[in-house]
């Protein structure tokens, strides 16, 4: 039996699944100061009688790291960093305690100038001396050499052995120096309280007897291990778009091209899944105000969901951003998209009677009557919703390509499916489905989606190898591996077998060791490297990943 | 006049970028415009992050199509023959930065592509200096067509003389080009000297900038400063275009300048162009990474001091005296020729007659063609006409059979009796067995033709 729980920011939803069926589901206030209490009490009211060691997984969708970041309960992180030659550092606007060091490191991984190491020194001295515990070191191309940032590290911890000091080619191999920065100091800033509290779950869970490896979803729609993901706390962020996300993908036929539209109180989170595979956005997430480099899916959040407030504009109505409070339908203070639904029909929850009153008081304003303004709020509403989805197509299309192929395959493609998935608002998911011609679809078990998809959803992982034979190295970008390669005629096959048999071995170390076969090549790229007319040697690129995607339990065993 | 400089002086300042790298197109697996050539630059500006500064939209290529080329260039055997689709999306990159700086979304482009194309003439049967298709001169007619402007500079900071892009202005009064390259008498194309002013009815509207090799920062700079700013103050240009080269670096393997990285930006910051296209460059290590880093903060107006390369100091290189010289007598000799560009116009188009008639022998390196071309242009009556060309052309690849032309030129700002009289032109040389392919190129209406005397098909582009 498989368990998923998503937190969401009003309720926390979870589901028992047994042979690709739903058997129990529930649903607890969220408690964002109690969120162990939560998991567990949604976790106790699915499991009930059921023996534990009929459990075989649980997977988690939590909130804590986006809570810790929205609150300001992180760590105080200082930031070492080595720019070398480049923008004015200054530009990165990177917090306060930011230590600027000489010395570079090429796009070649080539050290173009040694570490200043007395200045690292003074400046981990300052550090210590103002109290603090967490330091990140990042140097740019520190990816293609680690060195600075490792000798960076012996020097802060000789400084202050209590000092966690966290390197930037360990939190992102990707190119991007002031994202990684971002991306390290964030780790540094979550990792111990989110270690805390993977510690209190594990422990919580083996006090119920259940014996199944715990899982933790991340933004990419990938679950991880609950004690290997200490070690990337911040990918953990954003799980809730993600898990909605997964839920559709188990809940609608494989290969399509779908809009998901996850309908809130006073959001909707809308993503992409095209041709069966949820869109991954190009960039990294923007976690607070600053770019990272953790990967998300592309989910454009819009301001507008059933309790928006509306206003009445002359003859017309706008709504949100903000909240009016309950649906008045419910007995809130003021009418809101919800009302405007029960008038018309769209929905059968709350009273109908507050809800012409609602809309009633809403046509006096706007002089009409309450079915002409409950159609208004609901044109304005699908009009709004409209336009968001097309202008995520589009930004798909307009995406930038670097390769002829990748601008001559693009084709415009348009939604088969919206999918409606969350809270009580689906009554415009028919509405914006004809709108682009596609099929609305609202599965069984919308309200318990997010659950459903943290259950199925199967572990990612992704892999960027890069080659410089000329050099005789490689890196994993992504863990910071680096070694030697001695063969001059490695070409792009042997690449693709050692990219291949690292993401294997990346995936065993991860604990999730299973799902290594799923692994794909993205890329694969050849660059030969000519210096004076003649060959010396090759770059070579190759990308690989396990996609996000669902467990065989839940595709090959009764589910859709 | 729409005069978006203008315009844009009081906007939020947001630089347009399309890098197209074409990771997967090349002349040849080792020549030097090959898939690495951008490899480590995009390195650089990626691991920057100058896609995220709000400073910088990045903008998404597209292809340009067989009219916008058919526009500019008479391709034989065909403009499909003669592109491949990176061509194509280098050119239609143009064209996108274009459109958004038109719009009035930017405040200034840099299209960051290869294949270059600053060498290709009006008349292509093939590649030269690297070159199939003419870039800039793309999108300069298609802005001037499409958006209504009529006076644009494009100043040309290749080390390499832009030979194609004068080719193609040179009997333009509209369109000032300036090229300042290292002398011709030691580099490729082994053109571009001070007494290539322009046609007849366009003296002084081609300004050719020889420099001595090794010419440092410091002496492009006082040719900015001296000539070239000054040039475009009283020209006021609706639109300036950096035909933007990157071989004058000091460790270009192809030429023997002593440009820097922070020299580019500074050039960049004092022409301060509307749109910028990349031309050559081929120090792909040592030089571009570091350039086009430069070029983009200066263009965005971020702080670029921080960008240097790792074996560069301030004073590493200097003029000789012989070299400034050189340059100031060059400097000079060009500005009595631009102050007395009415008397010189007014004096060639007498001499001229009613036919102004030059012949050329042209080479194309990479593709190992020989053209001899003749031009004719009309000396029009109408002194605001620029009257319309033909081209004769002949050229024979390898040592194999010759492939002729006749192709008839009417620009943009033509006159009606020269627009009809070309069209006679075009259908009278249909019949005319001499040549194998007829063109017709009338940009005031934007009608191009191609007839094959062979099969008799005419195709309009």
Redesign the interface.
């Known amino acids: 039996m498989l368990i998923g729980i998503d937190v969401g920011g009003t309720t926390t939803d979870a589901v028992l699944i047994d042979e690709g069926r739903i058997i129990k589901k529930s649903k607890v206030p969220t408690d964002h100061d109690h969120l162990l209490e939560c998991l567990m009490d949604a976790l106790d009211e699915v499991v009930g009688e059921i023996p534990p060691e009929k459990i075989e997984r649980v997977v988690l969708s939590t909130t804590l790291i986006t809570n810790l970041i929205a609150e300001g309960k992180t760590d105080p992180v200082a930031l070492i960093m080595e720019p070398g030659p480049g923008m004015n550092p200054d530009g990165y606007a990177l917090g306060g305690e930011v230590h600027i060091v000489r010395g570079a490191i090429d796009y070649r991984g080539r050290e173009i100038q040694p570490l200043d190491e007395d200045q690292v020194k003074e400046a981990a001295a300052k550090i210590a001396d103002r109290g603090y515990k967490k330091v990140a070191v990042a140097s740019k191309f520190g990816q293609r050499n680690p060195s600075h940032e490792e000798r960076m590290r012996e020097i802060v911890l000789r400084t202050n052995p209590e000092i966690a000091v966290e390197m930037g080619h360990r939190a992102s191999g990707r190119l991007n120096f002031p994202r990684r920065a971002a991306t390290t100091m964030l780790k540094a800033a979550t990792q111990e309280r989110y270690r805390r509290f993977a510690e209190e779950i594990a422990k919580a869970v083996s006090r119920r007897k259940i014996e199944a490896p715990i899982y933790v979803l991340k933004a990419d729609g990938g679950t991880l291990p609950l004690a290997t993901s200490v070690d990337h706390p911040v990918e953990t962020i954003f799980s809730g778009p993600a898990a909605s996300t997964m839920g559709v993908l188990a809940l609608t036929p494989p290969g399509q091209t779908s809009v998901v539209v996850d309908i809130g109180g006073t959001t909707t989170d809308l993503a992409l899944i095209l041709d069966g595979v949820p869109l991954i956005s190009s960039e990294g997430a923007r976690v607070d105000s600053y770019l990272t480099h953790i990967r998300a899916f592309a989910v454009k959040s819009v301001a507008l969901g059933g309790d928006s407030r509306v206003r009445a504009e002359g003859q017309t109505v706008t709504l949100g951003p903000d909240r009016a409070g309950p649906a008045f339908c419910f007995g809130g203070p003021q009418p809101t998209p919800t009302d405007a639904m029960r008038v018309m029909n769209l929905i059968s929850i709350g009273d109908r009677v507050l809800a012409e009153e609602a809309m009633e008081k809403l046509g006096r304003e706007i002089g009409c009557s309450a079915g002409e303004a409950a159609q208004k709020v609901v044109d304005a509403a699908v009009e709004k919703l409209l336009s968001e989805i097309n202008g995520m197509f589009l930004a798909w299309e307009l995406e930038p390509a670097y390769r002829v192929w990748e601008i001559l395959q693009k084709e415009k493609i348009r939604p088969q499916n919206v999918v409606g998935v969350g809270g009580g608002s689906l009554g415009l998911v028919p509405l914006v489905a004809e709108l682009l011609g596609a099929e609305g679809i609202i599965p069984e078990e919308a309200t318990v989606a997010n659950a459903i998809g943290a259950a199925v959803a199967r572990p990612t992982l992704t892999l960027t190898f890069r080659a410089d034979t000329e050099r005789g190295f490689y890196t994993v970008a992504e863990d910071g591996t680096t070694g030697e390669i001695r063969d001059k005629k490695f070409g792009q096959k042997e690449a693709e077998e050692m990219a291949r048999k690292l993401i294997v071995e990346g995936a065993e170390r991860m604990g999730i060791g299973e799902y290594a076969s799923q692994a794909e090549v993205t890329s694969s790229e050849v660059f030969n490297m000519v210096r004076g007319w003649a060959t010396t040697g090759r770059i070579l690129d190759v990308g690989m990943q396990i996609p996000a995607g669902l467990i065989p339990e839940w595709t090959g065993g009764g589910g859709r | 006049m729409i005069d978006r400089r203008e315009e844009n002086k009081d906007r939020a300042r947001k630089m347009g970028l399309?890098?197209?790298?074409?990771?997967?197109?090349a002349i040849t697996?080792?020549h030097?415009e090959?898939?690495?050539r951008l490899?480590?630059t995009?390195?650089?500006i990626?691991?920057?992050?100058?896609?995220?500064?709000p400073e910088v939209e990045?903008?998404?290529?597209?292809?340009a199509e067989h009219r916008d080329i058919a526009r500019v260039h008479f391709c034989i055997p065909s403009v499909e023959a003669l592109v491949t689709?990176?061509h194509l999306?280098a050119a239609g990159s143009t064209l996108v930065l274009a459109d958004a700086y038109m719009k009035g979304e930017i405040t200034n482009a840099f299209a960051l592509v290869r294949p270059p194309g600053h060498h290709s003439m009006r008349v292509a049967h093939g590649n030269r200096g690297f070159c199939n298709v003419n870039n800039e001169a793309i999108m300069v007619e298609y802005i001037r067509k499409k958006y209504g402007i009529r006076r644009v500079a494009i100043i040309d900071t290749d080390v390499h003389h832009g030979d194609g892009t004068q080719d193609i202005f040179y009997h333009d009064p509209d369109v000032l080009f300036i090229s300042f390259h290292q002398d011709g008498r030691t580099l490729y194309p082994g053109s571009g000297f001070v007494d290539e002013q322009g046609g007849p009815k366009a003296i002084g509207r081609t300004i050719n900038i020889p420099l001595p090799p090794e010419t440092p920062d410091e002496g492009i700079h006082y040719v900015l400063e001296e000539l070239v700013l000054p040039i475009l103050k009283e020209f006021r240009p609706q639109l300036v275009v950096n035909s933007a080269g990157q071989d004058n670096h000091y460790t270009d393997?192809l030429a023997n300048m002593r440009f820097s990285a922070q020299g580019y930006a500074k050039l960049n910051e004092m022409l301060a162009p509307d749109i910028a296209v990349l031309e050559g460059g081929y120090a792909i290590?040592t030089a571009l990474?570091?350039v086009n880093?430069g070029i983009i903060?200066a263009m965005a107006g971020?702080?670029y001091?921080?960008?240097?390369?790792?074996d560069y100091h301030p004073g590493r290189f200097s003029m000789t005296r012989a070299m400034e010289a050189n340059i100031q007598g060059t400097v000079e000799y060009l500005q009595g020729i631009w102050d007395a560009r009415e008397e010189l116009t007014a004096k060639a188009v007498e001499r001229a007659g009613p036919f102004y008639r030059r012949h050329k022998n042209i080479f194309y390196d990479t593709d190992g063609i020989r053209e001899r071309q003749t031009e004719s242009v009309k000396m029009c009556p109408d002194s605001s006409c620029p009257g319309y060309m033909t081209i004769d052309t002949d050229a024979v690849r390898g040592y194999g059979q010759s492939e002729s032309g006749f192709g008839v030129f009417v620009p943009l700002f033509a006159c009606k009796s020269c627009r009809e009289e070309a069209r006679e032109e075009y259908e009278a040389h249909k019949t005319d067995s001499r040549y194998n392919y007829i063109f017709f190129q009338d940009k005031n209406k934007d009608d191009f033709r191609l007839f094959s005397t062979r099969i008799h098909n005419e195709r309009v582009y």
Request: aromatic share 16%.
């Open positions: 399309i890098f197209f790298p074409a990771f997967d197109w697996p080792t030097p090959r898939e690495e490899l480590y995009r390195d650089q990626f691991e920057e992050g100058l896609m995220d500064l990045e903008y998404k290529p597209r292809l689709e990176a999306i393997p290590e990474p570091y880093c903060l971020l702080d001091s921080n960008v240097r390369e790792p």
